[in-house]
């Protein structure tokens, strides 16, 4: 599956166009060490969405329901200056050029493509590169100043605890539904001998069909984006990061996560323009059992961590307990 991202507006791009090359040789260019702006834009992440699981809050021991991304062998395939994406693409004449400055085009990909029956034209252009072929692409708008040379790998520790992203993707597909579970109607009444009609939309008025009428039709698998959605847990050896909330699409859809740009919710302090993990940390991944996957979990100050001990509750909270059951005793009591 390929996803080409402009902005987080899916657009479908032909195989010829994908080859884009540029005459700028940015494989120089440093990993760490720029210094991040408020006008500065970082690359984003190709995940999979793995499915949703709760994490306990660590004072008051709440239930927190949570969205596992994981994100496998992520890797920088190009990057395209602002003046060829223009010239050689129309999405580009929209958006290379904006009221941010110019902006580069970077794509990522996700998932080594291990089969060669399964390779398509642009994936066999990637292995004259030198480029392992993915299973999934995604682009994103990116300044000048984070730009990450092709072939560059991203590590989950792109991301911060606690920083706020968003994360698109496509919605679940039902098909073709009806109009009581699409647009949510309430439908006729199912008795007194109305026949099979209890679930029709009724009139639908006068004349012509109006644009905009809520009618049967085709539902979900339409792109979508979850904005502000804050990471909570990190796991940097299984690649995959906790988020508070849901995203679109069930588990195994690809999704894609950047930054948000929201001016309350923006990254202060993250890893410009991404992070570089040292090389004895790729080395001690594979000497590591699945027992100790999680032994290096990076959480938030909000969640319980499963290592450290249990809540302990006072004698205030028992108190305050003991008085909530006796109001609630009696609301029920006035009730009957």
């Known amino acids: ?49 793995i499915g949703m ?14 969205t596992a991304i994981h994100f496998p062998s992520n890797e920088v395939i190009s990057v395209v200056d602002p003046e060829t994406w223009y010239r050689t693409n129309p999405v580009g004449k929209r958006k290379a050029y904006t009221r941010y400055g110019p902006m580069f085009k970077v794509t990522i990909g996700a998932g080594d493509l291990k089969s060669v029956l399964h390779m398509s034209p642009f994936d066999k252009v990637l292995m004259r590169r030198g ?41 679940i597909d039902w098909g073709f539904q009806g109009a009581m579970h699409r647009w949510g109607f309430r439908g006729q009444p199912d008795n007194r001998q109305v026949g099979s009609i209890f679930r029709s939309i009724g009139s639908k008025g006068d004349a012509r069909v109006w644009p905009g009428k809520r009618l049967p039709g085709h539902m979900g698998h339409e792109w979508r984006q979850t904005s502000g959605l804050e990471i909570l847990r990190i796991n940097p050896l299984a690649q995959v990061i906790y988020v508070k909330g849901c995203v679109p699409g069930s588990h195994g859809y690809p999704v894609l996560v950047n930054d948000c740009l929201n001016e309350e919710k923006r990254v202060k302090d993250p890893a410009f323009p991404t992070f570089a993990p040292e090389e004895e940390e ?55």
Request: proline residues 4%; positive net charge.
């Open 131 to 171: 480029i392992n072929p993915k299973q999934h692409y995604g682009s994103f708008l990116v300044s000048e100043d984070g730009v990450i040379p092709p072939g560059t790998h991203l590590d989950v520790r792109h991301f911060n605890i606690g920083q706020f992203v968003n994360v698109a993707g496509r919605t």
């Open 282 to 336: 790729n080395a001690d991944l594979g000497q590591l059992s699945i027992g100790d996957l999680t032994s290096k979990d990076l959480y938030s100050e909000k969640l319980f961590q499963f290592n450290s001990s249990s809540i302990v509750f006072t004698e205030a909270d028992e108190k305050k307990s003991a008085a909530r059951d006796k109001t609630r005793a009696k609301i029920a009591k006035v009730k009957k």
């Open 1 to 49: 599956m390929h996803i080409m991202e402009e902005g987080f507006k899916e657009t479908v791009i032909p195989l010829k166009s994908r080859d884009e090359s540029s005459s700028v040789d940015y494989s120089n260019l440093p990993l760490t060490g720029q210094t991040f702006t408020e006008d500065s834009k970082r690359v984003g992440m190709v995940g999979i969405k």
């Open 53 to 66: 699981l709760p994490q306990w809050c660590q004072k008051r021991g709440e239930r927190v329901l949570c």
